[in-house]
């Protein structure tokens, strides 16, 4: 995982009340998942597994492998019709197109069709300079509109594909913080692969210490973060890729060129929403480090490292 928590937690004596320790693990959005509860005994218990089930919802509506999901529907009817779309759906890909625009297509939620060709869903393969070519054609999120009022989400050109994995890990993230908040949880973390959610105050005090880990080195680490809540993100070329003829080929795309994108090894990107912080990583890895930084849209997130 990207991001892993630096020191052990414990339950603890906390304002006064019995805080229990409640921690969730499973594998879902092609991730693993992890959401760690501090509540009082039974209510830990129960938020713990309501946040789990959430997850699983999510999944359901955005996972491309399911036929019934809201994102298979979409790619189903590009050029079509638009979808009505659960009222998470048509948030996501607001976010999605949101970072596309501020970006200016460095992160790009149409890039079903490039993620295809390169087949990293069945271990990765280079393809042809005319698959590429004819898969980089439908990449383009302009061509995605979104009806709030109705509900829809169009995809206006047959063949194009919406593949949101670099913004619907964050995004349930936040759905989820809040949700735990709402249910009155005092603190809590909650992981989605390199994606993360922090709520509350550290139950032993001080800020949430978070490790980023090293692109190299699956035990070391390159830097600790110290948050006082919020959201942080990590997007790096060791999280999926294969490699052929010596060359490493990784899954973070660059939408103007079809192949992965070059320069950077790992960013991490600390935003003020979980979506925001995942999809703004993929664009600064894009990006690269000079242009990430100094770009204007860099006022929505706090750094990259």
């Not at 004596?13 to 509860?37: C, F, K, N, Q, Y």
């Not at 200016?104 to 295809?116: E, Q, Y």
């Not at 271990?123 to 009022?149: F, I, M, T």
Request: charged share 20%; glycine share 12%.
């Amino acid at each position: 995982m990207a991001l892993l928590i630096a020191a052990a937690f414990f339950a603890a004596l906390w304002h006064g009340g019995r805080t229990e320790r409640v921690e969730r693990t499973a594998i879902m959005m092609d991730t693993s998942v992890r959401v760690v509860v501090y509540a009082g005994g039974w209510d830990a218990e129960s938020a713990a597994d309501a946040a789990m089930d959430s997850i699983a919802r999510l999944e359901s509506l955005w996972h491309p492998g399911r036929a019934d999901s809201d994102v298979s529907r979409i790619n189903a009817a590009a050029g079509a019709e638009p979808v009505v779309v659960a009222p998470e759906t048509v948030e996501l890909v607001q976010a999605a197109l949101q970072v596309a625009r501020e970006s200016g297509g460095a992160f790009d939620p149409t890039i079903g069709p490039l993620a295809a060709a390169w087949g990293f869903g069945e271990g990765g393969r280079v393809p042809d300079a005319a698959e590429l070519e004819a898969a980089r054609a439908l990449v383009s999120w302009r061509d995605v509109h979104v009806d709030p009022e109705a509900g829809t989400v169009f995809l206006s050109r047959p063949g194009m594909q919406l593949e949101l994995g670099a913004v619907a890990k964050g995004f349930a993230a936040r759905l989820v913080r809040d949700q735990l908040a709402q249910a009155g949880v005092r603190a809590a973390l909650v992981q989605l692969g390199g994606s993360i959610a922090l709520l509350g105050d550290r139950p032993e005090g001080g800020p949430w210490r978070i490790a980023v880990q090293h692109p190299r080195d699956p035990q070391g680490y390159i830097a600790t973060l110290s948050l006082d809540g919020g959201y942080a993100d990590t997007a790096g070329d060791y999280q999926r890729y294969f490699e052929a003829d010596g060359v490493r080929y990784h899954h973070i795309l660059d939408p103007s060129t079809g192949y992965p994108a070059r320069g950077m090894a790992s960013v991490t990107v600390v935003a003020p929403r979980g979506e925001l912080a995942d999809a703004y990583a993929t664009a600064a890895f894009v990006l690269g480090m000079e242009e990430g930084i100094a770009s204007s849209w860099n006022a929505a997130w706090r750094g990259s490292w």
